[in-house]
C-alpha cells in the first residue's frame, strides 16, 4: 500500500470489520437491508484511513 498515516508516517495499515448487528449501517429511506463496514486503519497508532460501506448496492 503506497498509503502513509498522516499521524505518524507508519505506512502500514490493518483492516477491520465495524458492526455486528445493531451497529451496521442501515438505509434511512428503507425497513430492509444493512451493511457492515470495513476500516483500514494505522498498524502504529490506529489512525483511520479509510472507512468503508462493505455492500452499498443495498442502499439502492
Ligand atoms: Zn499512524
Do not use: H
Not at 505506512?11 to 470495513?38: C, H, I, W, Y
Request: include cysteine; hydrophobic fraction near 30%.
Amino acid at each position: 500500500m503506497a498509503e502513509v498515516c498522516k499521524e505518524c508516517g507508519n505506512d502500514e495499515f490493518n483492516q477491520g470489520r465495524l458492526g455486528n448487528g445493531t451497529t451496521a449501517v442501515t438505509p434511512l429511506n428503507k425497513v430492509m437491508g444493512s451493511s457492515f463496514m470495513t476500516l483500514t486503519f494505522c498498524s502504529q497508532c490506529g489512525e483511520v484511513s479509510s472507512m468503508k460501506v462493505d455492500k452499498p448496492e443495498k442502499f439502492r
